[in-house]
């Protein structure tokens, strides 16, 4: 009996796991409950959340967005009537969401409901205007609220770098538009709070972006004060004549000294999609290739670790050492200075041909 137990346990555990799920013994006997006890206590199981379990090489393989989702597909199933909203709503949604919001899950609950959270699970008041329960799109394999509704909620509860890479992705996905997003949050005024913080954290939004990280390190540099700077500015390639080089960012000042910026991550050497069939020495030799073309054209190169952003001291001080230009106006403005570089004049300059 114990070997069939666990023969049935072994086979849900990868049926939950390939929905990209917790596994949820609802329903099962007590001797699969005990089965799962054990596991669990050998090691072999994790419980990530109360009545969820999942194979322990599976989770600990997962990033936080996935887990976060994993969650939220057992608690689909256990509460097929519930609506997810917020940054659990904008994962299902494919946009890219910070590890830092994934901790807890977010319910939507009509004005009936309980609006009393725990540590894991925050629940908000979303009804509709006429009081009905909140609207919802099945994507995913979750219930959730539409993308429109989504991005507004992260933006109202998210701090404004944090939102800048949600709406960054949204835009990007094509998801919303910058205008009818604005039109929508708009009209939410008087009947949600956290209006005008979402519309200033919009006034910012770049779909350029390639990533959520560099959109948030993107706010702080904003946040402290620095000039808003140009995305994913293409360098000519000009030893190889191949495709160009990118940066991920570039700042122009006003004696026409141009400085790159570049946000280094671990992603970008581990990720497969990112490494492009390449092993992980041609992708940092490749990387140390094309930050030294970029000093062919006698600009400022500053490289810097997601984890430097998180310091506004460290930021500031490493931004100030390479003269990044700091910015005349209120954070609100959405107006940059920032110019694309004349690349022709800077090969004139190092004598380029």
């Known amino acids: 009996m114990s070997r069939a137990v666990d023969a049935g346990i072994a086979e849900r555990l990868a049926e939950a796991a390939a929905r990209g799920s917790c596994y949820v013994p609802e329903g ?47 608690l689909q199933a256990l509460h097929p009537d519930w609506v997810f909203c917020g940054p659990t709503a904008a994962l299902a949604h494919g946009i890219d969401v910070s590890d830092a919001l994934t901790g807890r899950t977010h319910l939507a ?3 009936r409901g309980c609006a009393s959270g725990t540590p894991s699970l925050a629940r908000h008041r979303l009804s509709s205007s006429d009081g009905e329960d909140p609207a919802f799109e099945q994507v995913a394999g979750l219930r959730v609220t539409p993308p429109d509704q ?68 993107r706010g702080r540099m904003l946040l402290l004060g620095y000039a808003r700077p140009e995305l994913q500015v293409e360098v000519p390639r000009v030893v190889e004549r191949g495709q160009p080089y990118r940066a991920d960012y570039c700042w ?21 999609e990112l490494m492009g069939g390449r092993d992980i020495d041609d992708v940092i030799s490749d990387e140390n290739i094309r930050g030294s073309r970029f000093s062919l054209y006698d600009v400022s190169l500053v490289r810097f670790r997601f984890g430097v952003t998180e ?8 931004l100030d050492e390479y003269g990044v230009p700091k910015r005349g106006t209120p954070l609100a403005l959405p107006d940059g200075v920032c110019v694309t570089p004349d690349w022709d004049r800077l090969r004139r300059r190092t004598g380029l041909r």
């Open 150 to 217: 989504t991005v507004f909620d992260c933006l109202r509860w998210s701090d404004f770098a944090h939102g800048l890479g949600v709406i960054d992705s949204a835009l990007r996905l094509g998801l919303v538009g910058a205008e009818g997003i604005a039109e929508f949050i708009e009209g939410q005024r008087g009947l949600r709070r956290g209006v005008d913080r979402a519309l200033a954290t919009l006034a910012w939004a770049d779909p350029r972006s390639e990533n959520g990280g560099e959109s948030i390190a």
């Open 252 to 272: 122009v000042r006003t004696d026409g000294a141009v400085i790159l910026g570049e946000l280094d991550g671990r992603v970008k050497y581990v990720e497969e």
């Open 311 to 318: 310091r506004p001291g460290d930021f500031a001080a490493l």
């Open 109 to 111: 609950v009509g004005a």
């Open 28 to 74: 099962q006997g007590d001797d699969v409950r005990r089965a799962l006890v054990r596991r669990v206590a050998r090691g072999d199981v994790v419980s990530p959340a109360r009545g969820m379990f999942a194979e322990t090489d599976t989770w600990l393989a997962s990033k936080p967005p996935a887990r976060a989702l994993m969650i939220a597909r057992g």
